[in-house]
């Protein structure tokens, strides 16, 4: 599974969560900041970035001019400002989790949507260590066995790493391995490339036709 699905899943969870009154619907606190605080344990050099967005939903041509949005947590409202382009910034803490706090949006789900955009960090130039190019791996897989706990055993791993160039010309990524032997992957139609993770090859150096703009990291 991509963490892109995992968001998208996410972001379901969020339209379909029942309101608590007439006005507002309410959204679990924890499924929005259970992952940003995970990286903040497991990911510090930032390999990963993060926002959230409000977003129209189908058929809707833009955000509701009242749209607001708040946290409810012990008893406490925390309103949360959100920008013109729907993006705004949560506060993250713990404590607001293990109290059972709710994101408020006073908007139903046919209307609007909130989701986490997760982003690996893009390497730049075109030559690199094969480490350089999958750094979001090992982070990844660090970050989903610290939010699987005691069934971290049974968390899935890395399958391959998803490579993004732009569209037109193909393009390729090129391999050479210790023996001197070369492994080439060439983009698709649509400028990607499925890159196989293999911890192995951490060392060795790649060499891409043209860079990079943006990696996807997908899970078994």
């Not at 090992?138 to 569209?167: N, T």
């Amino acid at each position: 599974m991509r963490p892109i699905a995992y968001l998208a899943l996410l972001c379901l969870a969020f339209m379909t969560s029942a309101p608590a009154r007439a006005e507002w619907r309410d959204i679990a606190y924890a499924d929005m900041a259970k992952m940003p605080l995970m990286l903040k344990k497991v990911d510090p050099q930032r390999v990963f970035v993060y926002f959230y967005k409000v977003v129209p939903t189908q058929g809707q041509p833009s955000l509701p001019q009242d749209l607001k949005l708040q946290v409810l947590t012990q008893g406490q409202v925390v309103p949360v400002a959100i920008g013109s382009d729907g993006r705004f910034d949560l506060p993250l803490r713990q404590d607001w989790i293990d109290a059972g706090a709710k994101v408020q949006i006073n908007q139903p789900k046919n209307r609007t949507a909130v989701s986490l955009n997760l982003n690996a960090r893009v390497p730049p130039g075109t030559r690199m260590t094969y480490a350089q190019l999958t750094e979001s791996a090992p982070v990844l897989e660090r970050g989903i066995k610290q939010m699987a706990g005691l069934m971290s055993f049974l968390a899935p791993s890395v399958k391959q790493l998803v490579l993004k160039f732009d569209k037109g010309a193909p393009q390729s990524v090129t391999l050479v391995l210790p023996d001197g032997k070369k492994k080439v992957w060439t983009s698709d139609a649509e400028g990607l490339v499925r890159l196989p993770w293999e911890p192995d090859w951490r060392g060795d150096p790649v060499v891409l036709s043209a860079p990079l703009t943006g990696i996807d990291p997908q899970m078994k």
